[in-house]
Antibody, heavy 119, light 107 residues
Framework: QVNLLQSRAALVKPGASVKLSCKAS????????IHWVKQSHGKSLEWIGY????????NYNEKFKSKATLTVDKSTNTAYMELSRLTSEDSATYYC????????????WGQGVMVTVSS | DIQMTQSPASLSASLGETVTIECRAS??????LAWYQQKPGKSPQLLIY???SLHTGVPSRFSGSGSGTQYSLKINSLQSEDVASYFC?????????FGAGTKLELK
C-alpha cells in the first residue's frame, strides 16, 4: 500500500535551516510528482511546490522560492525539503503529498511534520 | 494567483442532515477543483476531484458539483465520522491555492 512517511517533528532556532524528509513506499517513486504543502497552526493550506523525482525538475510557489529547496534521492525513494533562514512565520506543519498521474490533485499525503522555530 | 473563497467558515449540523459547503474562485478554473477532508491531528484526505468525481473508497453521501467559478460539496445524511474540516483546492493554475476551510461540527 502507498505510504509517505515523514520525518519527526523539529525544533529549530531562528535563522537556522531544517531538512524534512518524505520516504515513499508501495509504488514506483519516479512515476509520481511529490508536492509539499504548509499548514500554519490548524489554519488553511499553502502549496509550496513540487519535484519530479525522475528528472529532478522543480516548480515553486513564488512565495516560497527563497525559502524552500526540494530534492530527491532515488536510491532511497525519499523526497526532501530544506527550509532556510527560519523565522517564527515558518512554524507550521508541513506535508508531502503525491500527485496523481492522471490529473493534478493529491491522492496520498504524508502524516505531516511539525516544525517549531524558537530560540 | 487564483483566490478561493470558501464558506461558511464553520458549520453545525445534526446527524442525518444534509450540509453544503461552497467555494468560489476568483476566475474560471474549468472544474480543476478538489475537496479534501481533514480530521483533527490528521493529514487531508481526498474526497472529490475534477469538481464532481468521487475518489475511490469515499462514501457516496459525498458529492461535488459546480462549474466556472462556483463549486460546492454536499454531504447527505451526515454521520458522526464526518466531523472534520473541509478544504477546496484549485489545480487549474499554479500556484495551487486552497480555500480557508470549513469546520463541520455536530449540533
Amino acid at each position: 500500500q502507498v505510504n509517505l512517511l515523514q520525518s519527526r517533528a523539529a525544533l529549530v532556532k531562528p535563522g537556522a535551516s531544517v531538512k524534512l524528509s518524505c520516504k515513499a513506499s508501495g509504488y514506483t517513486f519516479t512515476d509520481y510528482y511529490i508536492h509539499w504543502v504548509k499548514q500554519s497552526h490548524g489554519k488553511s493550506l499553502e502549496w509550496i511546490g513540487y519535484i519530479n523525482p525522475n528528472s529532478g525538475y522543480t516548480n515553486y510557489n513564488e512565495k516560497f522560492k527563497s525559502k524552500a529547496t526540494l530534492t530527491v534521492d532515488k536510491s532511497t525513494n525519499t523526497a526532501y525539503m530544506e527550509l532556510s533562514r527560519l523565522t517564527s512565520e515558518d512554524s507550521a506543519t508541513y506535508y508531502c503529498t503525491r500527485r496523481v498521474t492522471t490529473g493534478y490533485y493529491f491522492d496520498y499525503w504524508g502524516q505531516g511534520v511539525m516544525v517549531t522555530v524558537s530560540s | 494567483d487564483i483566490q478561493m473563497t470558501q464558506s461558511p467558515a464553520s458549520l453545525s449540523a445534526s446527524l442525518g442532515e444534509t450540509v453544503t459547503i461552497e467555494c468560489r474562485a476568483s476566475e474560471d478554473i474549468y472544474n480543476g477543483l478538489a475537496w479534501y477532508q481533514q480530521k483533527p491531528g490528521k493529514s487531508p484526505q481526498l474526497l472529490i476531484y475534477n469538481a464532481n468525481s468521487l475518489h475511490t473508497g469515499v462514501p457516496s453521501r459525498f458529492s461535488g458539483s459546480g462549474s466556472g467559478t462556483q463549486y460546492s460539496l454536499k454531504i447527505n445524511s451526515l454521520q458522526s465520522e464526518d466531523v472534520a474540516s473541509y478544504f477546496c483546492q484549485q489545480y487549474y493554475n499554479y500556484p495551487y491555492t486552497f480555500g480557508a476551510g470549513t469546520k463541520l461540527e455536530l449540533k
